[in-house]
């Protein structure tokens, strides 16, 4: 038999506790790089893998970035004191601060807080370009006794085929997938990309009893879902009834750019979203707790 090197992941992020990321209490790895460009996006930093440039070596006031002696952007984490001005100053929508975890890694940092979550969540960034650690991290989790009461679900901007799903399936719990535009020129317009593929993973994901839930973004006046209603209607009524529908509202928290002028989602706007939902789909829907 042959067994597969151990996979690493360039990781942003990892927050030991979540009650938003997946059902439960959660552990969410947050992985660098995403193959979207939103417009709306809350965290640009994550979007690009660093290019060691270095103009983010010499702001930073505690010297926690230096070059190495190969010319790469090193981050000493224990000098650096999280004020963000790296990130500030990057223009690249990219971050110094990625430390590396191998699957064994990661698995001692989910031991040391197994007893007190219900799962773990992968996500980023888009968590799915880093899939081969996610089979490999999942996989270690099944099969480790003191970690199989952990559910594994992955938060995805949904651009896969279904054959990728079917790749993770065997160790996969559940997916939460977000659904930014109906029309694909919308969606091109606000992602950088169409929406084909987000609506057969929400498919295909449902189809292999996967999908956990659907997160619907409204924009006053920028996206398009409370105009094409009839059909998201149509897609949650095909779905399952125990899939989650999520309302995700427009705010500025993270955004730059041109997104900064556009409106926020009102409570009374998402709640209008809700209204057209509301009457003709069985799911449960979640509102939006907070508006900034
Ligand atoms: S957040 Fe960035 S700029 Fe601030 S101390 Fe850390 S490495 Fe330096
Ligand atoms: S984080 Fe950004 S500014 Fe810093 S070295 Fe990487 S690409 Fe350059």
Not at 45 to 74: M, Q, R, W, Y
Not at 155 to 176: A, I
Not at 215 to 234: F, Q, W, Y
């Amino acid at each position: 038999m042959t067994i597969s090197p151990e996979k690493q992941a360039k990781v942003s992020r990892i927050l030991n506790f979540s009650c938003v990321d997946g059902p439960g209490n959660r552990l969410v790895i947050f992985l660098q790089g995403c193959n979207f460009n939103c417009l709306n996006c809350h965290n640009p930093h994550t979007i690009n893998h660093c290019n060691h440039c270095g103009d983010c070596v010499e702001p930073c006031p505690s010297e926690a970035l230096s070059f190495n002696d190969k010319g790469k952007v090193i981050w000493d984490k224990s000098a650096c004191t999280n004020c963000d001005k790296c990130i500030e100053v990057c223009r690249y929508n990219s971050s110094p601060k990625i430390s590396l975890y191998t699957v064994s890694e990661m698995v001692d940092v989910i031991k040391r807080n197994s007893m007190f979550i219900s799962g773990i969540t992968v996500s980023g960034g888009e968590a799915t370009l880093q899939l081969p650690f996610i089979i490999q991290l999942f996989e270690s989790i099944k099969s480790d006794q003191s970690l199989k009461h952990l559910t594994c679900f992955i938060d995805s901007n949904g651009d896969l085929s279904s054959t990728v799903w079917e790749r993770v399936n065997h160790v996969l719990d559940g997916v939460m997938v977000d659904l930014k535009s109906w029309q694909k020129e919308t969606h091109q317009w606000l992602v950088g990309k169409g929406n084909h593929r987000v609506i057969e993973s929400v498919k295909s994901l449902a189809k292999l009893g996967k999908l956990y839930e659907l997160r619907l973004l409204h924009i006053p006046g920028k996206s398009d879902l409370d105009t094409e209603v009839a059909s998201i209607i149509a897609l949650v009524q095909s779905l399952p009834k125990e899939v989650l529908i999520r309302l995700n509202a427009f705010q500025h928290h993270g955004v730059v750019g041109e997104a900064l002028d556009w409106n926020k989602c009102s409570e009374k706007e998402i709640n209008r979203f809700h209204a057209l939902l509301a009457k003709d789909v069985e799911q449960k829907i979640q509102l939006p707790g907070i508006y900034t």
